[in-house]
């Protein structure tokens, strides 16, 4: 495989990171990375990105797992990263079909064979990811456990919200004009989210250095971000949310985290996901909002630890 444009100094990760372009069956350029440590007994966490999200972003949570003896392998989905931009205007957060990021799943399947990760393999998939996450996991991926955090399982919308955007966005795709924003984002429209709003307002994290610390990124990995979702991306999202919701939990050990002020996801969603999910754990995190990951220092030193503890639990059984 091609080494790819990394930056690993941006990341804060790891110092063993490598980068390299793969492609989707469809012919789409993807980026993946790796952080192997030298003693990776434990075996591999997949992760799975959210929206708008990026390699380089997961650096400081690979440098946890690979302190515990796990390779971190990540992805820039389609239309996001360095991966090649779906829409017209790149700062759009588009995808044709959802099904199309399960080309993304198989090719990095595919890659981290090509680079003979070390198994047992698991799954960490964040919001997007998480839906992304699911259904590879009902479609069989090779993992041993699975983490959720802030899945989107639904999104967050009022009564009213919901009404109106089935049939507006079923109808911008309809007529082809599923390129554009969704209403709602305006400030997203010219850069991404952390640039447009005040840490006191922003819905990710309660934790101002790691708020900082995703500015920095936006500010120098400028080429990487993303802005608002399209409406074919939300009416795709809300389409298969309402197919997932359908379909039995996949047969794979199973712990989700959740913010119980997540106002990005619908959290009845995941807990009705969750109660359905034979060997399924949910944790809802008081006061934390949506992206779990970049927390306060005691929310991400638990989570991870609890993750940690979990995927060595089912390497143990693998």
């Not at 991306?233 to 794979?252: G, Y």
Request: net charge negative; glycine share 8%.
């Amino acid at each position: 495989m091609e080494k790819a444009t990394f930056y690993p100094e941006v990341a804060d990760g790891p110092t063993n990171g490598s980068a390299y372009w793969i492609h989707a069956d469809d012919g789409v350029r993807l980026r993946v990375a790796a952080w192997q440590p030298e003693a990776a007994r434990k075996g591999t966490v997949l992760i799975f990105p959210g929206r708008t999200e990026y390699i380089e972003k997961f650096g400081r949570t690979a440098t946890k797992f690979s302190r515990r003896g796990y390779v971190s392998f990540v992805i820039d989905w389609r239309g996001q990263g360095l991966a090649d931009r779906i829409a017209d205007n790149p700062i759009t957060s588009h995808v044709a079909r959802f099904s199309d990021y399960q080309k993304d799943v198989a090719a990095m399947v595919n890659a981290a064979h090509a680079l003979d990760l070390p198994k047992p393999w698991y799954l960490l998939g964040h919001s997007l990811g998480a839906c992304i996450g699911l259904r590879a996991a009902l479609e069989g991926l090779p993992v041993n456990a699975c983490a959720f955090t802030g899945p989107l399982w639904d999104i967050h919308l009022s009564p009213i919200e919901r009404i109106a955007a089935w049939p507006l966005t079923w109808t911008a795709q309809a007529v082809g004009k599923g390129q554009i924003f969704a209403p709602g984002n305006k400030r997203q429209e010219e850069q991404c989210y952390v640039l447009s709003v005040g840490f006191d307002e922003n819905r990710l994290t309660n934790d101002p250095e790691m708020f900082q610390y995703m500015v920095y990124q936006a500010e120098m990995l400028s080429d990487q971000q993303t802005g608002a979702p399209s409406m074919g991306w939300v009416f795709e999202a809300l389409k298969e949310c309402r197919v997932l919701s359908k379909m039995r939990s996949p047969d794979v050990p199973c712990i989700s985290f959740c913010g119980d002020r997540d106002v990005v996801v619908d959290i009845k969603a995941v807990e009705d996901r969750m109660e359905r999910w034979p060997n399924g754990t949910l944790e809802l995190i008081p006061n934390a909002k949506h992206d779990i990951l970049s927390e306060i220092p005691e929310v991400r030193e638990d989570v991870l630890t609890k993750i940690g503890d979990f995927f060595s639990i089912r390497q143990q059984n693998h």
